[in-house]
């Protein structure tokens, strides 16, 4: 990929179970940015992807959905953050008490955190951390497609009958976006239409 690091990276960063997104920030060396959950950061990274294709040669921001109810208002996505390291793991802020956590695969962190694994990005915090220009815009669909921003309860068969009147056309969408799972989509993502 020719990526390269940009920031230094703190593979000793400790936090308080409960405060990934700070301590992710203590990991890649960024300032805070106020967001209130992890899953808000994602929303806000500009280059995003939704895929597992981590890149080989450079730590990385690893997001996922995580639903909870952690200030008495119900449930909602508080979302998730952890560093890849290549060749090394997933650093993570525990479970619980302070410190750190590795964990081996995202299925296992999925699996303790019960959250689901919806991407990776090449910025934090508008930080890029990765090669390329300062705050990368991500590129705007040409004109002529048609985009569909997933909302909760949405499935690529729903999708796929709203805009073409037959679900068995999921694929298609699928493709055209890089879904790998086509089980896993997740509120917020913005799919191309492709021929709709």
């Keep these: ?26 990991v890649f060396n960024t ?11 994602w929303e806000a990274t500009a280059v995003k992807h ?19 109810n952690y200030d008495g208002t119900g449930n909602k996505n508080w979302g998730h953050v952890v560093a890849h390291f290549p060749g090394r793991g997933y650093l993570s802020s525990p479970g619980n008490g302070y410190g750190q956590q590795w964990f081996g695969s995202i299925e296992e962190i999925e699996r303790y955190f019960r959250a689901t694994c919806v991407g990776w990005s090449e910025d934090i915090n508008d930080l890029t951390v990765m090669a390329g ?3 990368p815009t991500p590129p705007a669909p040409a004109p ?5 921003t997933v909302v909760p309860g949405d499935t690529l068969w729903g999708i796929a009958v709203h805009f073409y009147g037959d679900g068995t056309r999921y694929p298609e969408i699928a493709a055209a976006n890089g879904v790998e799972n086509p089980n896993l989509i997740f509120p917020g993502q913005v799919f191309v239409i492709p021929g709709a």
Excluded at 144 to 148: I, L
Aim: aromatic share 18%; with cysteine; net charge neutral.
């Design 144 to 148: 002529s497609q048609t985009t569909y």
């Design 31 to 41: 300032k805070p940015y106020g967001y209130p959950s992890a899953w808000i950061a």
């Design 133 to 135: 220009t300062p705050n």
């Design 1 to 26: 990929m020719g990526y390269v690091q940009t920031t230094a990276i703190n593979d000793q960063a400790q936090d308080q179970a409960g405060f990934c997104l700070r301590f992710a920030q203590k």
């Design 50 to 68: 939704y895929d597992r294709n981590f890149p080989g040669d450079v730590v990385s921001p690893v997001w996922f959905s995580h639903i909870g």
